[in-house]
Structures are given as structure tokens and as C-alpha cells.
């Protein structure tokens, strides 16, 4: 292998991984040694301590106060099928995909729910689907950031205000990192795992006034599991809105979670963290511009993503290859990377076009951005010199 000489930068943090995500700048285990371990969660601490991440939660996303907020199992994707399962089939679905997760929905909604008054609206990697073709009398399912593309709706002027339908959308990668538009929304999940870095596993679903109409004057005609009821006898069931979780949580997960969000209130809160992720990704952005060996996934600016950002290789030798030597080659790339401790998890998505997939989330430290790019131009050199 050809020797090219190292960059004199390196990255203080090495993680860029899409999920889970890095740790908030300076964490260390000791921010949770005031966890309520080995208590129940449903004892007095515990339920204070989940009231409370829900409380912040809504303080710091702007969340409304008629909209209810629960912690739920199963990361993003629990509480995501949660909606699915509990919500859709009382009248037709447009269901949206531009990448592996939104597709993933669209195999639940048609296969194991097996609706058939659905509407598909499919766009390759890099491009969205025409959203002025989304009928609002239907309810609209939609990731708005697309984690494995890198491609996120530009805003929520697409979405009708007097829509018919319900709104239900994975928020999980744009959560923390966009101003989100709650009027237009019906459902929001997201996991803990992703801007914010914490710890998987735990979910949450927020429900705005329509979604809480519709659960409490609709059942589906399948059966629910415990795990995916959110009413009893017609009625919500409120405490899972107010710290009392379906099943057991882990109070040291929600002690992280705690901890970022007390983070986040102490860095600038939502406006802060948009800030951070923007100007992560302006980093990217402003390299991109000057290599001509890589560009964005994404092909339209206003739709790339600012906290999973998604790039592929354009040099022209690289090109020639075949699809599966293309893909080897991105994968090269990302594991010099990782051999040298500088970026770790940054290959592209195992379902998208081959590529690189660089984390810059808010918990991302922009000095961190600009000397990976350096990196990334060595890593690049070194593999093709050794091809």
C-alpha cells in the first residue's frame, strides 16, 4: 500500500456514528450517579424523575401544551409501529419513502396490516417524492429526515393545515436539530439514541389533539399487544403521558437522557442545538464544495440533511468500477478511517447507494467536523493509490 502522509489534525472524538450517537461534549459516567437505581419506577423518585424528562421535553422542542408526550418502548421504531398499529385504517394512508426506514413503514402498513387503500409515494436515494401530489384527506406517513439518504423535507409548507387525515411522522434524526412545525403534526416519534446521544431502546410519541381524537373514537379490527395500547375502555390512558410507562424503562437510560436534555437547556436549548447541527454540516458543506472527488447524495441543497449527512464518490477512476467494487472501495475509506481511530461507523447505510454517512448532530463539535474533512482527503488518496 502506498504511504500517504497523515494529517497533523485529528478529530478530539472519533464518533460519528448515525445511531447511537455521540455523547454531549464532556460526558462522562459520573453525570449519572444520581440515577434512581434499584428503585421502582413507579416509586416517587422514579415517577418524578420520568414526569420530569417529559416535562423538559416539551419545554425545550415547544411542544404544545394540548399535545401529550410518553415515554414507550422500543426506541423510535416501537413507537413509531405504536401509531401504525394503533391509528391507521379508519380511513386511506399516502405513505412516503425515499430511503430504507420510510420503506420499512410502507412493508408494515401493506403487509402486516395489509391495508389496501394505500397510496405509495416512492423517490430513489437522493430525491423526495412530489409532496404537492399528498392527498391530506388521507393519513400521511413520512419520516422527515431520512437517516440512510440524508435527505429531509425542506420545511412543513407541504402539509395541508386543513388536512382530514392524521399527520404521523418519524422524527428521530431531525428532532433537537430542526424547529419543527407542530401545528401540521399528529404524531411525532423519536428515539433517545439519536441527536440527543443517548442511550437506545426507549421511544417517544407525541400526540397532538386530533391523534388523541382518533385513538379514543377508533379501533382497529386487529388485535393490539399490551405493548402498543394507549387506551382503555375508549379513553387515553394518561399516565403513560405522565411518567407511568407501559413496562419497565431503565432509570440509568433515563438518567442520560436527563442529562442531555439538561444539556441542551444549558447550551442555547432547541435554537442552540439547530445552530450547532447547522453549522456541522456547513462544514461538510464548504468541503464538498472545493474536493472533486466526493459530492452530496442529496441532489437538491434545501433537502440535504444537517445532522446525517450522506456523500458519495464522483471521482471519475472510481466511477469505472462496478457497482460492487464502488461500494468496496467507500468501504475502504471508512475502515482506514476507523483503523486510525479517527472516525468511527461512517459507512454508508447497508441499503443505500455506497457512500460515506458522517453523523453532525448537535453533541458534534464543529472543530471535530473540520479536521475529519482532512482526514476523509487522505483516507480517499491512500485507497486509491492502492487500488
Given at each position: 500500500?502506498?504511504?500517504i502522509?497523515?494529517?497533523?489534525?485529528?478529530?478530539?472524538?472519533?464518533?460519528?456514528?448515525?445511531?447511537?450517537?455521540?455523547?454531549r461534549?464532556?460526558?462522562?459516567?459520573?453525570?449519572?450517579?444520581?440515577?434512581?437505581?434499584?428503585?421502582?419506577?413507579?416509586?416517587?423518585?422514579?415517577?418524578?424523575?420520568?414526569?420530569?424528562?417529559?416535562?423538559?421535553?416539551?419545554d425545550?422542542?415547544?411542544?404544545?401544551a394540548?399535545?401529550?408526550?410518553?415515554?414507550?418502548?422500543?426506541?423510535?421504531?416501537?413507537a413509531?409501529?405504536?401509531?401504525?398499529?394503533?391509528?391507521?385504517?379508519?380511513?386511506?394512508?399516502?405513505?412516503?419513502?425515499?430511503?430504507?426506514?420510510?420503506?420499512?413503514?410502507?412493508?408494515?402498513?401493506?403487509?402486516q396490516?395489509?391495508?389496501d387503500?394505500?397510496?405509495?409515494?416512492?423517490?430513489?436515494?437522493?430525491?423526495?417524492?412530489?409532496l404537492?401530489?399528498?392527498?391530506?384527506?388521507?393519513?400521511?406517513?413520512?419520516?422527515?429526515?431520512?437517516?440512510?439518504?440524508?435527505?429531509?423535507?425542506?420545511?412543513?409548507?407541504?402539509?395541508?393545515?386543513?388536512?382530514?387525515?392524521?399527520?404521523?411522522?418519524?422524527?428521530?434524526?431531525?428532532?433537537?436539530?430542526?424547529?419543527?412545525?407542530?401545528?401540521k403534526?399528529?404524531?411525532v416519534?423519536?428515539?433517545?439514541?439519536?441527536?440527543?446521544?443517548?442511550?437506545?431502546?426507549?421511544?417517544?410519541i407525541?400526540?397532538?389533539?386530533?391523534?388523541?381524537?382518533?385513538?379514543?373514537?377508533?379501533t382497529?379490527?386487529?388485535?393490539?399487544?399490551?405493548?402498543?395500547?394507549?387506551?382503555?375502555?375508549?379513553?387515553?390512558?394518561?399516565?403513560?403521558?405522565?411518567?407511568?410507562?407501559?413496562n419497565?424503562?431503565?432509570?440509568?437510560?433515563?438518567e442520560?437522557?436527563?442529562?442531555?436534555?439538561?444539556?441542551?437547556?444549558n447550551?442555547?436549548g432547541?435554537?442552540?442545538?439547530?445552530?450547532?447541527?447547522?453549522?456541522?454540516?456547513?462544514?461538510?458543506?464548504n468541503?464538498?464544495?472545493?474536493?472533486?472527488?466526493?459530492?452530496?447524495?442529496?441532489?437538491?441543497?434545501?433537502?440535504?440533511?444537517?445532522?446525517?449527512?450522506?456523500?458519495?464518490?464522483?471521482?471519475?477512476?472510481?466511477?469505472?468500477l462496478?457497482?460492487?467494487?464502488?461500494?468496496?472501495?467507500?468501504?475502504?475509506?471508512?475502515?482506514?478511517?476507523?483503523?486510525?481511530?479517527?472516525?468511527?461507523d461512517?459507512?454508508?447505510?447497508?441499503d443505500?447507494?455506497?457512500?460515506?454517512?458522517?453523523?453532525?448532530?448537535?453533541?458534534?463539535?464543529?472543530?471535530?467536523?473540520?479536521a475529519?474533512?482532512?482526514?476523509?482527503?487522505?483516507?480517499?488518496?491512500?485507497?486509491?493509490?492502492?487500488?
Open positions: 500500500m502506498t504511504v502522509k497523515h494529517p497533523a489534525l485529528r478529530p478530539a472524538n472519533a464518533h460519528f456514528s448515525s445511531g447511537p450517537c455521540s455523547k461534549p464532556e460526558w462522562s459516567l459520573e453525570a449519572l450517579q444520581d440515577a434512581c437505581l434499584g428503585r421502582s419506577h413507579r416509586s416517587k423518585p422514579g415517577k418524578t424523575k420520568l414526569a420530569l424528562a417529559i416535562d423538559l421535553t416539551r425545550i422542542l415547544n411542544i404544545p394540548d399535545y401529550k408526550i410518553g415515554i414507550v418502548p422500543g426506541s423510535d421504531t416501537g413509531v409501529e405504536m401509531a401504525l398499529w394503533s391509528m391507521l385504517g379508519a380511513r386511506g394512508v399516502d405513505m412516503l419513502a425515499w430511503e430504507s426506514f420510510g420503506s420499512g413503514w410502507i412493508t408494515d402498513v401493506v403487509k396490516l395489509k391495508l387503500n394505500v397510496t405509495q409515494h416512492i423517490a430513489a436515494y437522493g430525491l423526495l417524492p412530489d404537492e401530489k399528498i392527498n391530506f384527506d388521507n393519513d400521511v406517513v413520512f419520516t422527515w429526515n431520512g437517516t440512510t439518504s440524508g435527505v429531509r423535507v425542506p420545511n412543513g409548507d407541504w402539509i395541508a393545515d386543513d388536512r382530514q387525515g392524521l399527520t404521523i411522522c418519524d422524527a428521530t434524526s431531525a428532532v433537537f436539530a430542526t424547529d419543527l412545525p407542530w401545528e403534526l399528529d404524531v416519534t423519536y428515539s433517545w439514541q439519536k441527536v440527543l446521544g443517548s442511550e437506545g431502546a426507549h421511544g417517544m407525541i400526540l397532538s389533539p386530533l391523534a388523541v381524537e382518533r385513538l379514543e373514537n377508533y382497529p379490527v386487529w388485535p393490539l399487544p399490551k405493548i402498543f395500547r394507549l387506551t382503555k375502555n375508549g379513553k387515553l390512558i394518561d399516565g403513560i403521558f405522565n411518567g407511568a410507562t407501559i419497565t424503562p431503565s432509570m440509568l437510560a433515563l442520560d437522557y436527563l442529562d442531555a436534555l439538561n444539556w441542551v437547556k447550551n442555547g432547541l435554537a442552540g442545538m439547530i445552530a450547532r447541527a447547522d453549522k456541522n454540516a456547513t462544514e461538510i458543506a468541503w464538498v464544495a472545493k474536493t472533486d472527488w466526493v459530492d452530496f447524495l442529496p441532489k437538491v441543497i434545501e433537502t440535504r440533511s444537517n445532522t446525517s449527512v450522506c456523500l458519495k464518490v464522483v471521482d471519475a477512476d472510481i466511477l469505472k462496478d457497482a460492487g467494487q464502488q461500494a468496496k472501495f467507500a468501504k475502504k475509506i471508512a475502515g482506514l478511517l476507523d483503523a486510525e481511530n479517527v472516525a468511527k461512517i459507512g454508508g447505510y447497508r443505500a447507494p455506497a457512500g460515506l454517512r458522517i453523523w453532525t448532530g448537535s453533541t458534534i463539535e464543529a472543530s471535530d467536523v473540520t475529519l474533512m482532512l482526514w476523509l482527503d487522505w483516507a480517499f488518496a491512500s485507497a486509491k493509490a492502492d487500488l
